[in-house]
């Protein structure tokens, strides 16, 4: 049962305010400031509240504060401050229900935002990806009106001292101002500002990479010697096949065709389903791939039994191993294409093999070796000799 006194509080008598036994909470009214209140509970506990009526004349409910934190003068001012509020119409708990409202970054991002972008989004894990490792633990913790542009500048920052390319800055910015569209765009608390619009980690320059043969031959004995042998298969299939890296991280036993010698992806980057043609050597390595009972999965994690997000640590050692460590696991996929532009095929032909709509963006992979630039030019002595001008003619 709840038990109402009227006392004139002071500190003293706050200090050794007591519930009564059998009680679990004693409510303490205060003569000097009508509706001002302690509250002391069995527990010991002892919080400041404040009553008021409304301006449709309920009488509500305040809660100042424990009384372990504020003053009592504080308060006082504080419960005075609500009573005013509610005489001029506004509503005193308005904004708390407001603040409260608001959710935090990474609520915002588990609840609303990666839920969304999995429904459309075929690159969804590497948003996962770089909110988990770059963006929550700095910014997470914070409400969405809490974070604010310095604070995004200051984790750009940070990143660039670490040394991240401006690409993945930028990356982070982008995903930041998207989640800031989509939380006003949902009429989400706190979300009627972007602070990422405008921001802005340079230019991505575009950094292609090229394996010479003897750097792939390197490559290729590191991918044997790797401990780790299901991540290894798949990264030789992806030199092998110019594939993306989910094209063979998600691959399914089913969508193997042996017969045409073809690896179908159900839906690529661009939306569509693909079908990836499979060498010789690529087929001899599925062959020699173990298959797990009761999983569809080509290249399953040895751990989870599902696809790896992210082949960084084991494609890090293996390139390390074979001397390359600046080569990015993206870089095979350059690399298969100018082995191949460079045997002569046609950028026709490799841009059916990389699944590219349009072939502005297979030219940006091909690549030249100095060899067959050199053997190009030669041909043009078949045209044209030296000398070119007739002998000069001498007077007898």
């Keep these: 049962m709840l038990f109402m006194s009227v006392a004139y509080l002071t500190t003293s008598f706050v200090r050794q305010a007591l519930c009564p036994p059998g009680r679990k909470k004693a409510d303490f009214f205060d003569v000097g400031q009508r509706g001002f209140l302690l509250e002391v509970r069995s527990s010991g506990g002892k919080t400041y509240y404040q009553r008021y009526t409304d301006e449709r004349g309920r009488e509500r409910q305040y809660k100042i504060g424990p009384a372990d934190v504020l003053s009592l003068d504080q308060a006082r ?43 459309y989004k075929t690159s969804w894990q590497t948003d996962e990806t770089v909110l988990r490792i770059h963006v929550l633990p700095r910014l997470g913790h914070l409400a969405l009106d809490e974070i604010k542009t310095d604070a995004i500048s200051s984790l750009i920052n940070a990143m660039r001292v670490d040394g991240y390319a401006p690409g993945t800055m930028n990356r982070v910015i982008v995903i930041l101002r998207y989640i800031y569209n989509l ?43 790797d401990e780790n042998r299901t991540a290894a298969r798949s990264i030789l299939l992806l030199l092998l096949t110019g594939a993306r890296r989910n094209e063979i991280t998600f691959a399914k036993w089913d969508y193997v065709d042996w017969k045409n010698k073809t690896l179908l992806v159900p839906k690529s980057k661009s939306g569509r389903a693909r079908v990836i043609a499979l060498n010789q ?27 790896s997000a992210s082949l960084f640590f084991p494609w890090d050692r293996i390139r390390k191993r074979a001397g390359l460590g600046d080569v990015r696991l993206h870089d095979l996929r350059h690399s298969f294409a100018s082995f191949l532009v460079n045997r002569g095929v046609s950028l026709y032909v490799v841009q059916g093999l990389l699944g590219h709509m349009h072939a502005r963006t297979t030219q940006r992979y091909a690549h030249l070796s100095q060899e067959t630039l050199s053997d190009a030019a030669d041909l043009i002595q078949h045209v044209v000799t030296f000398p070119a001008e007739p002998p000069p003619q001498h007077n007898s």
């Design 77 to 119: 001012r504080k419960g005075r401050q609500v009573v005013a509020e509610a005489l001029l119409g506004a509503d005193p708990q308005q904004k708390r229900r407001e603040m409260r409202a608001i959710p935090l970054l990474r609520e915002f991002v588990a609840e609303r935002y990666l839920p969304y972008v999995q429904t």
């Design 281 to 307: 050597s690529a087929i001899a390595l599925l062959t020699a791939t173990p298959r797990i009972e009761g999983n569809s999965y080509i290249f399953p994690s040895e751990v989870t039994g599902r696809p």
């Design 183 to 225: 939380a006003r765009k949902w009429k989400t608390p706190g979300g009627d500002n972007n602070p990422a619009a405008g921001l802005s980690a340079g230019p991505d320059v575009q950094r292609n990479r090229f394996l010479s043969e003897w750097e792939a031959e390197n490559l290729v004995r590191a991918i044997h010697a």
